[in-house]
């Protein structure tokens, strides 16, 4: 089997097998729903940044011939919020505020690590949380749908940091 064969087949079978769906795949990676499905297929091949941004969005390292033949499992990185935010928006860079009912589904993260990406990417000045003013007035499934600092704070949605 030539090299490319093994890294689409590589690719093919960690899609298949990561639990995302290609909606959550396709806004990690900015890759079409319509180019996924035809990858996934057989019909379509992938350029190398294309096959790049999609091996890190699945958790996988592609590395050159010399050091290694196929793709290998690597830390899976935290999924670009900011990027999400503005697939989601096309106001997001204006200002426009992202739910977090509406961002947590394509970050395809449990609600821990949503969370804590959540309040990094706040600490780090990327996004600008907004506090709910009243979640004692909200009952405890609602309240599971905000992001929480571990406090005494609940966040219903963030804003890109203008510039």
Do not use: C
């Not at 899609?15 to 996924?36: D, E, F, H, W």
């Not at 050091?67 to 670009?80: L, S, V």
């Amino acid at each position: 089997m030539s090299d490319g064969n093994q890294l689409t087949a590589a690719l093919q079978d960690a899609i298949q097998s990561s639990g995302m769906s290609r909606y959550q795949i396709a806004a990690l990676t900015g890759i079409s729903q319509g180019v996924l499905s035809r990858f996934v297929s057989g019909q379509r091949d992938l350029q190398l940044t294309t096959a790049g941004k999609l091996a890190a969005a699945l958790g996988l390292e592609l590395r050159s011939r010399k050091r290694q033949r196929a793709a290998a499992p690597a830390q899976p990185p935290d999924p670009d919020i900011v990027q999400i935010m503005r697939w989601l928006d096309s106001g997001a860079d204006r200002g426009a505020l992202i739910t977090f009912r509406k961002l947590r589904k394509p970050a395809g993260l449990s609600k821990q690590q949503f969370d804590e990406l959540l309040l990094r990417l706040s600490r780090q000045r990327k996004l600008v949380l907004h506090r709910h003013d009243f979640p004692h007035s909200l009952d405890a499934a609602e309240r599971d749908q905000l992001v929480h600092d571990g406090d005494d704070s609940y966040f219903v949605g963030a804003t890109l940091r203008m510039k």
